[in-house]
């Protein structure tokens, strides 16, 4: 068990429909990233969160939000779903950068498996 | 670009035997941490082993090793004495020193034979 929870675990939203997925970070974690994984995929950067503020975004459009919270924990929003929006939402914390060579181990919640209809 | 190529999409191991799982990575940049993630069907990422770039030994944890050739641009994951519990998704990721994210390669389904 990694400590990093998310909510919900399921849910179905119907295409125009808004989404709100929740992820409570790892103790001592202060960065947040989003990934979204499609069935048969490896999971996709859509940003990232540090100390509340977006340091990264991947290849997705400004309907994708987040925000990131004092707590650090964070959410990520979804406006005007789409039926490709169907998919897995992990949600990874990382501790604070220890040096060089990428090291910093991200800890993924068990995600919210979204299905748009 | 950084880039990650597993090239095995299904994999089949006898339970006790070892097996390699293999992966491929990209990238311009000098400095970048290799990983692989196992997820079972329940979904949840679960971290198993981590490369430097600059690390001269390969790393190992427990069962798991990861045989590390760098002028190959290699990272293959090799799991010895495989269990049942064993059998999962596993993927291998990058995360460069100058970027913020991890780089997923599609994954390779491992199924352990009993």
């Known amino acids: 068990e990694t400590g990093v929870t998310q909510s919900p675990t399921h849910l179905i939203k119907t295409r125009g429909q808004q989404v709100t997925l929740r992820c409570s970070s790892q103790?001592?974690?202060?960065?947040v990233s989003w990934y979204q994984q499609a069935l048969g995929q490896g999971p996709q950067f859509i940003f990232q969160?540090?100390?509340?503020?977006?340091?990264g975004r991947g290849n997705f459009p400004p309907r994708f939000s987040g925000l990131q919270f004092p707590n650090y924990s964070s959410e990520l929003n979804v406006n005007a779903l789409e039926l490709d929006d169907s998919a897995l939402y992990l949600c990874?914390?990382?501790?604070?950068?220890?040096?060089?060579?990428?090291?910093?181990?991200?800890?993924f919640g068990q995600g919210t498996r979204l299905t748009v209809v | 670009a950084q880039k990650i190529t597993q090239t095995q999409p299904g994999m089949f191991v006898q339970e006790k035997e070892a097996v390699t799982l293999d992966c491929t990575y990209d990238?311009?940049?000098?400095?970048?941490?290799l990983f692989w993630y196992k997820q079972p069907s329940s979904g949840e990422m679960i971290f198993l082993i981590y490369q430097g770039s600059y690390d001269q030994q390969n790393a190992t944890e427990g069962r798991y090793s990861l045989n590390f050739q760098k002028a190959r641009k290699s990272a293959n994951l090799v799991i010895s004495a495989s269990q049942l519990g064993d059998s999962a998704m596993y993927f291998c990721a990058m995360r460069t020193n100058t970027g913020n994210q991890f780089y997923f390669g599609t994954g390779t389904s491992l199924t352990v034979i009993p």
């Open positions: 990238t311009s940049d000098p400095s970048y941490g």
């Open positions: 103790s001592g974690h202060n960065t």
């Open positions: 969160y540090y100390r509340e503020e977006e340091n």
């Open positions: 990874a914390s990382s501790p604070p950068p220890r040096g060089t060579g990428g090291n910093t181990e991200a800890f």
